[in-house]
């Protein structure tokens, strides 16, 4: 699938491209017109300024066009933080000693408790590799314990690259999104960067979609940690997979992830020498969101406030909030930390907080998993994505979940700012059956009423 020659080759043969040929691939772009990998490959190596900038218009006017201001709200939750594996960059590889911990079933309960105090709907688990302390029997029963016990409505998982049978046990019990981050797609940094491990095997994590699809699972998300190998030959090769995936199975990614590299503990960041700057990531998001208009872009807590809420308007259509990447993370303030972090976060502020500063920017924070809930998944999700009635249902639908948050988490000052925007943005609905309908829920919503989606 990832031929390195070629995507050289392509990243050689593009590089200074002319103005016009920038323009001609905007065009292109913003009719939402598929792009070849030379054009990509022109925009990643696009140098001029108006060039560039020209790339964050397009970028912008296409995440308007597709996703208008919405942005769903998520949070991971570690539940252990065994692992077998050594990757270089992680502070739980397997060298660095410390007392592990996994949570017990009462554990989680209590966390995923804690999270929808704050507000969550949607998780991501998120799991170390360890066979022997959490195997995948662990998992799902983690997953039935939060899905019985609170009322988090969606699960993402991000467990590691395994067999048919244990992905067919996760698309049993009902997860949302399978997440699975390649790390890089450089086959040499790869195996560099995963020394002697379970992980270290690249096809086996590579080809983990063909098994989870066959498992029946047909919602996946992939990733790349930026900063291991060259940004732009990892772009393409996101590209690339997601068409693999397309393809093959009829529907590609539903979302890629984009983490940068952070410190951690037993690495230095002076090893790394592929760690992207703030112009070069820019770019790579919105590289992405021209190449795949449809395909989610989550960004997490890894970023600043400043970093996050720029690439919203330019491409990101999901954000972590109040994260915290440690087992057991999410507990009374005077509680103190008992286990390490996995990384180092640049964005500390609370779920309220960024909710608060989304508004003021005139985002729609949103809590919908109504897709997931009515069976709208794999190609039944892109269809509804391609056919242009995100407008009519997932506008209604982020605003309905906003105005729940709202009335059950914001203070004072949430609730009033919070619902004259929900009011003043039911108005820009331009389907008058939904704007009805949805002024009408909003109402019965602050009344009491909960749970109300199109
Ligand atoms: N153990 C599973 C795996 O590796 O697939 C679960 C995911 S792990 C808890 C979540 C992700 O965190 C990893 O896939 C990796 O990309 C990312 N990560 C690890 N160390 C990091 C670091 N120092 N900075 C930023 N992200 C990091
Ligand atoms: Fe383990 Fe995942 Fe960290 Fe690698 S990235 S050491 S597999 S938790």
């Known amino acids: 699938m990832i031929d390195k020659n070629y995507i050289n080759g392509i990243l050689k043969a593009s590089l200074n491209p002319t103005t016009e040929e920038i323009r001609l691939i905007m065009e292109k772009a913003s009719k939402r017109i598929k792009l070849s990998h030379i054009e990509i490959a022109m925009l990643l190596n696009a140098h001029d300024e108006k060039q560039v900038h020209s790339i964050y ?39 660095n000693k410390f007392a592990r911990r996994k949570l017990t079933q009462d554990e989680i309960k209590e966390q995923a408790i804690n999270l929808e105090k704050l507000g ?83 096809d086996y994590h590579l080809y983990a979609f063909d098994r989870a699809f066959e498992a029946g699972i047909d919602d996946v998300g992939a990733g790349v940690l930026f900063g291991l190998a060259d940004w732009k030959f990892e772009v393409l090769s996101l590209i690339i997979h997601n068409e693999y995936l397309e393809k093959k199975f009829g529907v590609g990614l539903h979302t890629i ?43 997490s807590t890894r970023e600043t406030k400043e970093m996050r809420e720029e690439l919203i308007s330019y491409g990101v259509s999901q954000v972590s909030a109040g994260s915290k ?73 982020a605003l309905m979940t906003l105005t729940e948050y709202l009335m059950d988490y914001g203070d004072q000052d949430l609730i009033e700012k919070g619902l004259k925007y929900v009011f003043e943005h039911s108005e820009t609905i331009r389907n008058q059956k939904a704007k009805e309908k949805l002024k009408e829920n909003i109402y019965k919503i602050i009344k009491g009423e909960r749970d109300l989606f199109f």
Do not use: W
């Open 57 to 95: 218009d397009i970028a912008g006017k296409l995440k308007e066009e597709i996703y208008g201001n919405r942005v769903v709200i998520f949070a991971p939750l570690y539940i252990s933080n065994y692992c077998v594996n050594n990757c270089k960059y992680c502070g739980y590889r397997r060298d």
């Open 120 to 202: 969550h709907k949607r998780l991501a688990l998120e799991v170390g590799e360890a066979p022997v302390e959490t195997p995948i029997d662990y998992v799902v029963e983690s997953i039935k314990t939060i899905y019985e016990h609170s009322s988090i409505r969606r699960i993402n998982v991000n467990i590691a690259a395994t067999t048919v049978e244990e992905y067919k046990m996760l698309h049993d019990i009902g997860i949302g999104t399978y997440i699975l981050f390649q790390e890089t797609y450089d086959k040499d940094a790869f195996e560099t960067n995963h020394p002697k491990s379970l992980k270290g095997d690249y």
């Open 257 to 299: 992830s984009v983490p940068r590299l952070k410190k951690a503990e037993g690495m230095d960041l002076k090893d790394f020498p592929n760690i992207i700057n703030d112009e070069d990531f820019k770019r790579l998001v919105t590289v992405i969101r021209l190449s795949v208009p449809y395909v989610g872009i989550i960004l």
């Open 325 to 397: 990447t440690d087992v057991g993370g999410y507990h009374d303030e005077d509680e103190e930390d008992v286990a390490p972090d996995q990384f180092e976060l640049s964005d500390e502020r609370s779920v309220r907080e960024v909710n608060k500063d989304l508004i003021e920017k005139g985002f729609i924070p949103s809590y919908c998993t109504a897709c997931y809930r009515k069976g709208r998944t794999g190609d039944r999700f892109m269809s509804l994505a391609k056919s242009g009635n995100i407008g009519s249902i997932c506008e209604p639908n």
